[in-house]
């Protein structure tokens, strides 16, 4: 596994956005937020979206005001990898 997909943070945004399509970014702390039923950090945040951003994982594009993120090539396959490797242990 990535050592990019090793921070829960970091998964959760990546697991977000390949389930929402191409979701703002502000879309995405929200739902991430949702999960933890916690409020996260705004510079913590952007600090994540910038570490997939530099490793390839996800792209940000502009769309008026919003940055929407999606999910690379490289980051679909690492996230599928990461899901297969926790089916291995809750499927026995």
Known sequence: MSKWLASGLR??????????GSPT????KRAVE????????????VGVIRKLESAG???RERDG?????LLTDAGQRRL???HAWVADYLDD
Do not use: M, N, T, Y
Request: aromatic letters at 2%; proline letters at 3%.
């Open 11 to 20: 998964r959760d945004v990546c697991v977000v956005v390949a389930g929402e």
């Open 57 to 59: 994982i996800i792209e």
């Open 25 to 28: 970014q502000q879309s995405v």
């Open 34 to 45: 949702r999960k933890h039923d916690d409020r996260i950090d705004p510079q913590r945040f």
């Open 65 to 69: 005001l919003h940055d929407r993120l």
């Open 80 to 82: 599928r990898e990461h």
